[in-house]
């Protein structure tokens, strides 16, 4: 699932110039660093970072200490971005400085018809997010969770808050991380606000064995 990830991200319609890609390898025992590599031969501002501490949060951290730029977009290796997904992101941000974070839209790429018990009510196991078309905030009043697969977030608000917990991490397959939710209440705590912004979309992959009722339990 790597390299259609990696193909998304390449096609955004933003000059290259103006963002860089900083992929981290969290201890990966396969063939991750050469398909990266492979890609990332002679693209400017494209940096392969290697993680050894083994879990979600290590790695977005890590991302976030090498990176340059004011804004920190975060997605992941089973994650298609739009092609206007960089663009939407800065939009919002620009057109909203009363918020320190912004996400938008999880759409599902399903790789076999879903049952039909899996409606939307279902899909939180599965971080698909569809709050609708309207964009609003999100803060104490209203504690949404936008999710890590789509989620920006300016850089000095990730350094001034820590980043994320290392205690509420997804590491390998567990279930259950709960990293989003308590960097955002954090947030929320001391007073930062949030937006969902749905014009800022990204497609998940959803694998057969999460269509299956022993996962979602």
């Known amino acids: 699932m790597l390299r259609p990830a990696l193909e998304s991200l390449a096609r955004q319609t933003t000059d290259s110039s ?12 396969d063939d991750t660093r050469d398909i990266i590599n492979e ?3 002679g693209r400017e501002n494209w940096f392969y970072v290697f993680e050894p ?3 979600l949060s290590y790695a977005r951290n890590t ?3 090498h990176s340059r730029a004011q804004i920190v977009a975060f997605t992941d290796d089973d994650v298609r971005v739009a092609h ?10 620009e057109e909203h ?8 839209k999880v759409h599902p790429r399903w790789g076999s018809t879903p049952p039909e018990w899996l409606t939307k009510m279902h899909w939180i196991p599965l971080a698909i997010v569809d709050h609708g078309d309207h964009a609003f905030h999100v803060d104490s009043a ?18 001034d808050s820590g980043g994320f917990s290392a205690a509420f991490q997804r590491v390998k397959d567990v279930v259950g991380s709960t990293e989003d939710h308590e960097f955002q209440r954090r947030l929320w705590k001391s007073g930062r606000r949030g937006l969902y912004a749905p014009a800022i979309v990204v497609e998940a992959e959803v694998q057969d064995d999460r269509l299956e009722k022993t996962y979602h339990r």
Do not use: Y
């Open 97 to 104: 400085p009363e918020v320190d974070f912004v996400g938008g």
């Open 84 to 93: 206007d997904w960089i663009a939407q992101i800065e939009r919002s941000l």
């Open 63 to 65: 991302g976030v200490a």
């Open 18 to 29: 103006r963002f860089e890609v900083l992929l981290v390898d969290n201890n990966s025992t």
């Open 142 to 159: 209203k504690p949404w969770c936008m999710v890590g697969a789509n989620l920006a977030v300016r850089r000095q608000v990730l350094l």
């Open 53 to 55: 501490r083994q879990g």
């Open 39 to 41: 890609f990332i031969d």
